[in-house]
């Protein structure tokens, strides 16, 4: 008998890599791919249901708002409209569309709790692939193709208090490990999760000591 839901992972993913593969490379198919990967080593100590958590890290990022004109529903949209064309059940549809609309990071100061525990393994995946050195590397990537700076030390990181606040900031690469990623730590959902976190987040301040020494002239 066919594996009907291994065959539509395969589908689905074979189209994201199709409409990925050019994207901004932090947030392009192998971003999608690692975020997969997280994901199911996540899920194996959680009680979920796997084929929810995997559509979910396929097309999280399947439509981000940064590349789509700020339109928040375009992720969720697309999601829908690849899933609807591989007749996954109408529940699983709300369950992932959910997912890709709620999983992203909205500021220091707001809340982004996920309404399913699908959900929450799916934020930490996804989380888990903005720390350590591929953190770190997706930051200066997508700070250079917005034409930013690494560093301003005249501009100073803030807790951004509500969403729209979040997305009009155009500071400089480091702000960003003070304005999130520094941040993810504390709000991971899971056992697992935690624990990646505390070594990828070990280094990146690790990181950040030395990018300061080296700015300063001291090392
Ligand atoms: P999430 O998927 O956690 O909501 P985003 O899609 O907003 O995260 O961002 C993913 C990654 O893209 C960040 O972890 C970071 O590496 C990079 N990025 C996003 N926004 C910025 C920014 N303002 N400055 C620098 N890098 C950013
Ligand atoms: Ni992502």
């Known amino acids: ?108 100061g707001v809340t982004t709790d996920m309404a399913t525990k699908e959900g929450e393994v799916v934020q930490d995946a996804d989380r888990l692939d903005a720390l350590g050195a591929i953190g770190i590397a997706r930051t200066f990537l997508y700070s250079g193709h917005k034409n930013r700076l690494m560093y301003d030390p005249a501009q100073p990181p803030v807790m951004h208090e509500s969403y729209e606040a979040y997305k009009k900031n155009t500071s400089p690469a480091i702000n960003h490990f003070y304005e999130k990623l520094l941040l993810l730590k504390d709000r991971m959902n899971t056992k697992t999760g935690k624990k990646l976190a505390e070594g990828r987040h070990a280094f990146m301040e690790e990181y950040l000591a030395q990018f300061m020494k080296e700015w300063e002239g001291k090392e």
């Open 1 to 108: 008998m066919i594996d009907v839901k291994s065959e539509i992972i395969k589908k689905v993913s074979e189209e994201v890599k199709a409409r990925l593969s050019n994207q901004e490379s932090g947030h392009d198919w192998w971003h999608v791919l690692r975020v997969w990967n997280n994901a199911k080593l996540i899920a194996k100590n959680e009680e979920v249901d796997l084929f929810t958590v995997e559509l979910g890290a396929l097309l999280h990022d399947i439509a981000d708002w940064k590349f789509h004109d700020g339109d928040d529903s375009a992720g969720p949209k697309a999601a829908r409209g690849i899933l609807e064309a591989n007749m996954v059940s109408p529940d699983v549809i709300e369950q992932v569309c959910q997912i890709v609309s709620m999983v992203g990071y909205k500021g220091a």
